[in-house]
């Protein structure tokens, strides 16, 4: 059974920076991607940044030149760091796991105040 769990979310000021982590347990294919999603309330969850086992990076162009997507072969663990927030960047912030099938975290909620 495969299981994703976040962490790292919280309240930061406009401005400021936040590390998300993502640690993938069970049975892991090597060959997979990994990626970020967001949902604001009354909105559709949206892409931010996927990153395959290669290392190959796709961004949403909100988060182009202030978050990076990486990774830890090693420990099945996916990060997004996130610089210079704004409040709209607030939203839970999902997790997501492809290997054939797909898999998600429970989220983890990020607030940026103004």
């Known amino acids: 059974q495969v299981q994703l769990v976040e962490s790292g979310g919280g309240l930061v000021q406009a401005g400021g920076s936040l590390r998300l982590s993502c640690a993938a347990s069970?049975?892991?294919?090597?060959?997979?991607?990994m990626g970020w999603y967001r949902q604001a309330p009354g909105k559709q969850r949206e892409l931010v940044a996927t990153?395959?086992?290669?290392?190959?990076?796709n961004y949403a162009d909100s988060a182009k030149g202030r978050f990076t997507i990486s990774r830890d072969n090693a420990k099945n663990t996916v990060y997004l760091q996130m610089n210079s927030l704004k409040p709209e960047d607030t939203a839970v912030y999902f997790c997501?796991?492809?290997?054939?099938?797909?898999?998600w975290g429970q989220g983890t909620q990020v607030t940026v105040s103004s």
């Open positions: 997501r796991l492809i290997m054939g099938q797909n898999y």
């Open positions: 069970g049975s892991i294919f090597s060959i997979n991607m």
């Open positions: 990153i395959t086992s290669g290392g190959s990076t």
